[in-house]
DNA sequence: CTTGCCCCTGACGCACGGGTCAGGGGTTAG
DNA sequence: CTAACCCCTGACCCGTGCGTCAGGGGCAAG
C-alpha cells in the first residue's frame, strides 16, 4: 500500500502522513527500492487511532510524547487504568488536556456573560480585574 | 503626549497603538515636525474601548469595520438600542462573536465529553459520525 | 515510448495580535 | 556636547496542523 491508498484509508492525506511521520508519530515505514513509503494495515490503523486523539484536542506533541504507546490502543482493554493511571499512559496529557478543555470553556463563558454584559450597558465602564 | 506615555496610560504599548493604527481602529494621529506620533486624551479613551471591546472577543477586524463608532462609545447612553440595532452599531458584531462563542463553548463541551467517554472506555472505537 | 497519475523532498502560507530585533534619528537633562 | 532614553519604519517570530506549490522521478496502461 503506498501512501496515498493508506492516507484514503485512514481517512485523511498524504501530507499529513508525512506530517506525522515527521513529527516522530509514526514510525518510519518501509520503502521500496526507488524509495515510496509502503504501509501495512497496521499503520492504517495508528494513524486512525492518531486521528480520534487529535479530534479529542490532543495535540500532536502530546501523542508525540507518547508515541510508543499508540500502536497498543487499539487492543489493550481499559483494564482500570483510571485507578492508577502510571506515567507510561495517556492519563496524565488527556487529564491535561481535560483541564485545559475546562478552563477553556469557563474562560469562553465569562467572555459571553461580559459581552452581554456591555450590550445590556453600552459598553462603557472598566470593569477593576480586567 | 507621545506614543509610550499614551500607550501606558491606555494600558498597552506603542507597538500595539502603532499595530491598531495600521488596521485602521485609529486614526493617523498629529505628528510633530521630526515625525512622532502626538496623542491628545480623546484618543487615550479611544484605545480603552477598542481594548475592552478585544477583551470581550471582538476581532480587530470586527473593529475596523465599525472604526467610525469606536469613538462613540465611552459617550452615548444605550438609548435601547437593543430594540432596532440598525446596520451602523456594534449589534451585528457583537451578536457574531456571541454565536461563534456560544459554538465554540458548545463544541469544547462536546469534545471534553468525547475526551472523557474514550478514557473510560480505552478509546478504541471509532464513533460513527466523526 | 508516451501519457497521466502518483510519489519524493523542501519550503512557504494561514489566522491572530502583537513581541522583538535592527538600524537610524529625535529630545532632554546634566 | 554627550549620555540615556524615546521614537521612527520595516521585517521577521510565535503556535497549530496541515494545504499547497515547485521541481524532479516512479509506475502501470495503451
Redesign the interface.
Known amino acids: 500500500m503506498r501512501i496515498g491508498d493508506a492516507a484514503a484509508a485512514a481517512g485523511t492525506t498524504p501530507r499529513a502522513l508525512r506530517f506525522y511521520e515527521q513529527r516522530g508519530l509514526l514510525h518510519p515505514p518501509a520503502r521500496s527500492a526507488s524509495g515510496q513509503r509502503e504501509y501495512g494495515p497496521a499503520e492504517v490503523a495508528r494513524v486512525?487511532?492518531i486521528r480520534?486523539?487529535l479530534?479529542?484536542?490532543l495535540t500532536v506533541d502530546d501523542l508525540a510524547s507518547r508515541a510508543h504507546r499508540l500502536d497498543l490502543?487499539?487492543?489493550?482493554?481499559?483494564h482500570r487504568?483510571?485507578e492508577s493511571p502510571g506515567p507510561d499512559t495517556?492519563?496524565p496529557v488527556?487529564h491535561a488536556?481535560?483541564a485545559a478543555?475546562?478552563a477553556?470553556?469557563a474562560r469562553?463563558?465569562a467572555?459571553?456573560a461580559?459581552?452581554?454584559h456591555?450590550?445590556?450597558?453600552?459598553?462603557?465602564e472598566?470593569p477593576a480585574g480586567?
Chains 1, 2 share one sequence.
Do not use: N, W, Y
Not at 119 to 124: D, H, Q, Y
Open positions: 486512525r487511532v480520534q486523539l479530534a479529542v484536542g490502543l487499539g487492543e489493550e482493554p481499559p487504568c483510571s495517556f492519563a488527556v488536556r481535560l478543555l475546562d477553556e470553556i469562553l463563558t467572555l459571553r461580559k459581552l452581554l456591555h450590550i445590556a450597558t453600552g459598553g462603557a472598566v480586567t
